[in-house]
T-cell receptor, first 111, second 115 residues
Framework: GQQLNQSPQSMFIQEGEDVSMNCTSSSIFNTWLWYKQDPGEGPVLLIALYKAGELTSNGRLTAQFGITRKDSFLNISASIPSDVGIYFCAGPLNTGNQFYFGTGTSLTVIP | EAQVTQNPRYLITVTGKKLTVTCSQNMNHEYMSWYRQDPGLGLRQIYY???????DKGDVPEGYKVSRKEKRNFPLILESPSPNQTSLYFC??????????????FGPGTRLTVL
């Protein structure tokens, strides 16, 4: 099946630092989504991207839809302890209604 | 309160003993879906349903069945569970239409252990 590869797999950062993570696919996506999963919870949508090249912000989070439509990037500025969790990219393939999630990036913020 | 509910939240069972995990949403969403989450693999879609009586395979459907007799319910059935189905399962729902992607709302998860 389709694989969305995220990197890095895990990150340990100091509070206040900026974070960057990315997601790549071998197939074209027409929508890119970024979710966050807190421990013991289901994923929650952070940002949705709909056009190649689109740059969208949600507070301290900024995400970009890659121009090739095969990748996406998420940045978190000035990290805080509540940013801890697993971040997933996700989306439906261009051709159908099946939905795919990335492998996840686990973020730990050290106070 | 708008929500997706799953039951049970935790289940330990033995190989071969049929089980059903229920999922219900009160938001009148057309699209419902089941995922399993395993370390290092993210969430993988098992089955999804676009509406009542319409179901399709996701990425990892083997060993699972679903049904969509009512819009609000989307049970996941394991006819003969095996240890490799030990996982964390999530149900999700989303409305369709509007021209852009709509957010999926996730249930709280069901942690299944098959011995």
């Amino acid at each position: 099946g389709q694989q969305l590869n995220q990197s890095p797999q895990s990150m340990f950062i100091q509070e206040g630092e900026d974070v960057s993570m990315n997601c790549t696919s071998s197939s074209i996506f027409n929508t890119w989504l970024w979710y966050k999963q807190d421990p013991g919870e289901g994923p929650v949508l952070l940002i949705a991207l709909y056009k190649a090249g689109e740059l969208t912000s949600n507070g301290r989070l900024t995400a970009q839809f890659g121009i090739t439509r095969k990748d996406s990037f998420l940045n978190i500025s000035a990290s805080i302890p509540s940013d801890v969790g697993i971040y997933f990219c996700a989306g439906p393939l261009n051709t159908g209604n099946q939905f795919y999630f990335g492998t996840g990036t686990s973020l730990t913020v050290i106070p | 309160e708008a929500q997706v509910t799953q039951n049970p939240r935790y289940l330990i069972t033995v190989t071969g003993k049929k089980l059903t995990v229920t999922c219900s949403q009160n938001m009148n969403h057309e699209y419902m879906s089941w995922y399993r989450q395993d370390p290092g693999l993210g969430l993988r879609q098992i089955y999804y349903s676009m509406n009542v009586e319409v179901t399709d395979k996701g990425d990892v459907p083997e060993g699972y069945k679903v049904s969509r007799k009512e819009k609000r319910n989307f049970p996941l059935i394991l006819e003969s569970p095996s240890p490799n189905q030990t996982s964390l399962y999530f149900c999700a729902s989303t409305p369709l239409g509007g021209g852009t992607y709509n957010e999926q709302f996730f249930g709280p998860g069901t942690r299944l252990t098959v011995l």
